[in-house]
């Protein structure tokens, strides 16, 4: 597999990870900081940007994985 195909699974998992973790934290802000629980069921916006969020996030972890990945090592 090529340096940039291996950099694009990486950026792609760790992005999504990280996106994840984003909006956990958000939801968790809410919930114990703000003492409102964010309910996703109830706004179709608030559901799209829980989903959206994450994903955005791993696309974007894959092209930067891609840009690193074709950079000549050191």
């Known amino acids: 597999m090529s340096r940039q195909a291996t950099g694009a699974v990486v950026g792609f998992l ?5 996106g ?5 934290a958000v939801a968790a802000f809410s919930h114990f900081v703000l003492d409102h629980t964010l309910d996703v069921d109830g706004t179709g916006t608030l559901l799209a940007v829980f989903i959206g969020v994450p994903v ?5 972890g894959a092209v930067i994985g ?3 990945g074709g950079r000549q090592g050191g």
């Open 14 to 18: 760790a992005g999504g990870a990280a």
């Open 20 to 24: 994840f973790v984003l909006t956990e």
């Open 56 to 60: 955005l996030c791993a696309v974007l």
């Open 66 to 68: 891609v840009r690193l």
